[in-house]
């Protein structure tokens, strides 16, 4: 049984709820000239997976207002299998910060380990388009 407030027990739920696993292949038509994943095609998994994680704690709509201190530990060659891990990080009033992780492995062994990461900022939209509170509904 947990020690939390009931509003604080129900948010760490819809958190753990909302981790979002995405798998993907990074086939040639993917990359640049040096055969890598493109950071720009990594971004928009980065912001999908985030906007996935976002959506599933909070059910409204949202947008991203922020990509912030995205670190591109190594490049991702093609033929890689990555996985983006997409997690809730902090609930403000109207926003929703998530951090994604990007894993990559070779398809031919079990080696895995992280290879860029960063943080992705959403800011719910109430029926007039501007910003609602996030938590309003619990």
């Not at 985030?50 to 922020?66: D, M, Q, S, Y």
């Not at 997690?87 to 492995?105: A, L, M, Y």
């Not at 070779?106 to 910003?131: C, E, W």
Request: aromatic content about 8%; proline content about 5%.
């Amino acid at each position: 049984m947990s020690n939390l407030p009931p509003s604080e027990a129900l948010i760490a739920k819809r958190m753990a709820h909302a981790v979002t696993r995405v798998t993907k292949t990074v086939f040639p038509g993917r990359t640049n000239h040096h055969n890598t994943l493109f950071g720009g095609e990594a971004l928009a998994w980065m912001d999908e997976a985030a906007f996935i994680a976002a959506t599933r704690f909070c059910r409204k709509p949202l947008v991203t207002v922020c990509s912030d201190r995205v670190d591109f530990k190594e490049s991702i060659p093609a033929g890689s299998i990555i996985e983006l891990v997409a997690k809730i990080e902090h609930v403000g009033r109207t926003s929703i910060k998530v951090h994604v992780d990007i894993f990559v492995e070779n398809m031919y062994n079990d080696d895995q380990h992280k290879a860029i990461s960063g943080n992705f900022t959403f800011v719910a939209l109430g029926t007039d388009r501007k910003p609602t509170p996030v938590l309003a509904d619990f």
